[in-house]
């Protein structure tokens, strides 16, 4: 823990850690966006940050420099935060800032300790990876776990992927050696739309976590965003007749899809499968190829992300 710098000390019953991190694991910036959006809503208190110095390359996230009254400058340094609330389905500690790029293992290791310190009761983290979906369509939701209690209760999938990995899963590893459940959520977002911010993809993810903790959603700003944010999809869509007709095609085959499923759970945020937090999303990743979700059921699309993985060249 000596990476942690402690700026309060709450008293917190056996809180839910909800941890978002931009980059390679935030497609949209739908994953950090559902976690600032909750540190807002919830008016969240800032209890830690992990000293950034260790595990940042700043030449690739850069620090940021500010006015303080218009005449003196200070840097922001890209620091990973921790901030608690208390919710109607129990405390939370919300964990948000940029991917590592050096010493993950050290920095799981700080990650844990805010975890284990706080007495947490389990782990969440959010992700976003980039699908052949229609923005017009009900959000596509991946939930995963290791840990047969959570994927019962919560009716998850077990991860069966085996290849690269990011810092999400890293840290489920940790959490895994520390003997704390954990839990992984990811959101699907289009493709197509890779460049915008997809507050639906947030809103959903935002949704499912707090399903799990037992706390109602505050839809709040985010809610309002998802009208404008459609709209603006549907403007660029409607401008291009060959990406239109794309969309149209990513519309039928996802309601196809929804007809098949009729009798199952009708939640539009249903777990379509997936993997433990290791997902090709990367905001404006336009190299990436896409997954084609709306064709998949939940073991299908499993398979299908962690084959999309093994192909990827080592970074």
């Not at 840990?147 to 209760?153: A, M, V």
């Amino acid at each position: 823990m000596e990476h942690v710098r402690w700026l309060a000390q709450p008293r917190l019953q056996r809180p839910t850690v909800i941890a978002a991190f931009t980059g390679w694991n935030d497609a949209g910036d739908a994953a950090s966006n559902a976690v600032r959006h909750l540190i807002e809503a919830w008016g969240a208190q800032a209890i830690a940050e992990i000293d950034p110095e260790e595990f940042t390359d700043f030449a690739t996230v850069r620090p940021h420099v500010r006015l303080v009254d218009g005449c003196t400058r200070s840097i922001v340094w890209p620091t990973v935060g921790a901030w608690s609330a208390s919710t109607p389905g129990g405390d939370v500690i919300l964990v948000l800032g940029p991917e590592p790029a050096l010493r993950w293992r050290m920095f799981s290791e700080q990650v844990v300790s805010i975890v284990q310190r706080a007495g947490a009761a389990m782990v969440i983290t959010l992700g976003a990876l980039l699908a052949d979906v229609a923005h017009s369509r009900p959000v596509q939701l991946i939930g995963t776990a290791t840990d047969g209690e959570l994927i019962d209760r919560f009716d998850l999938q077990r991860s069966r992927y085996e290849g690269p990995t990011g810092i999400v899963t890293v840290i489920h590893d940790a959490c895994q050696s520390a003997g704390v459940p954990s839990a992984s959520l990811w959101a699907a977002v289009p493709a197509y739309a890779s460049q915008v911010p997809s507050p639906k993809a947030s809103l959903a993810l935002a949704t499912r976590a707090c399903g799990i903790i037992g706390a109602p959603t505050p839809v709040g700003q985010l809610g309002r965003e998802v009208f404008e944010y459609e709209n603006r999809i549907t403007a660029i869509v409607n401008d291009d007749e060959d990406l239109l007709g794309y969309v149209a095609r990513l519309e039928s085959m996802g309601d196809d899809g929804e007809h098949d499923d009729e009798g199952d759970d009708d939640d539009d945020d249903r777990d379509d499968g997936g993997n433990d937090g290791d997902a090709p999303g990367e905001a404006g990743a336009g190299q990436r190829e896409p997954i084609d979700v709306t064709r998949l059921d939940s073991d299908e699309l499993m398979a299908e992300v962690e084959k999309f993985l093994r192909d990827q060249p080592d970074q």
